[in-house]
């Protein structure tokens, strides 16, 4: 168990539909990430928040959000659904920014739009 | 840019055997660490096993060592005693402060342990 929680473990919606994926990170972790893996782009890094600010932004649509709450539990949005939004949205989380140490990653949230 | 790849997309293993997974990457940052995640069917994504730029000895956690080759730039990993709960697909990654320190991906290997 990494100790990241990411709800719902699955999602189904229809296209141009709006979700809510959430990610608790680990105790005292400040930093958290999110990840799209898709059978064809493979893992993409769509954006980092640290402490409640958005640290840096990957591969994320305009159609996407994320925020991360003071507690620290972080939201990524997706909205106007397209079937290519299909895949397994992973959160990571790590203490810090820092290049050497590793994220720890949720189960992932499963989302397949029809 | 930063950039990882992962030759092989899979490979299978006979049981009790090594197996070494390849991976090489590209960066001119001197900072930046190597990393390891193991994802099974189930989904979940697994570290397991981190080398830094500057570390001078070659990472091993358990059955997982990094044949760690900087010169070459190539982050090997090897499973030893190989286990059929070690089919999985297999990542290399990497950090480093040039790219804001967010976590680049390989393609992965996908190795199938054979009883």
């Known amino acids: 168990d990494s100790g990241v929680t990411q709800t719902p473990k699955h999602l189904i919606t229809a296209t141009g539909q709006r979700v809510t994926l959430r990610c608790s990170p680990r105790?005292?972790?400040?930093?958290v990430y999110w990840y799209q893996q898709s059978l064809d782009q493979g893992l993409q890094f769509l954006i980092q928040?640290?402490?409640?600010?958005?640290?840096a932004k990957g591969n994320i649509l305009e159609r996407f959000s994320a925020q991360q709450f003071p507690d620290l539990h972080s939201e990524l949005n997706l909205s106007s659904l397209e079937l290519g939004d299909s895949a397994l949205y992973f959160c990571?989380?790590?203490?810090?920014?820092?290049?050497?140490?590793?994220?720890?990653f949720g189960n992932g949230t499963r989302l397949t739009v029809t | 840019a930063q950039k990882i790849t992962q030759t092989q997309p899979g490979m299978f293993v006979q049981e009790k055997e090594a197996v070494t997974l390849d991976c090489t990457y590209d960066t001119s940052d001197p900072s930046y660490g190597l990393f390891w995640y193991k994802q099974p069917s189930s989904g979940e994504m697994i570290f397991l096993i981190y080398q830094g730029s500057y570390d001078q000895q070659n990472a091993t956690e358990g059955r997982y060592s990094l044949n760690f080759q900087k010169a070459r730039k190539s982050a090997n990993l090897v499973i030893s005693a190989s286990q059929l709960g070690d089919s999985a697909m297999y990542f290399c990654a990497m950090r480093n402060k040039a790219a804001g320190n967010k976590l680049t991906f390989g393609g992965g290997t996908r190795v199938l342990v054979k009883p």
């Open positions: 928040y640290y402490n409640g600010e958005e640290r």
């Open positions: 990571a989380s790590s203490p810090m920014s820092s290049y050497n140490s590793p994220l720890h």
């Open positions: 105790s005292g972790d400040l930093s």
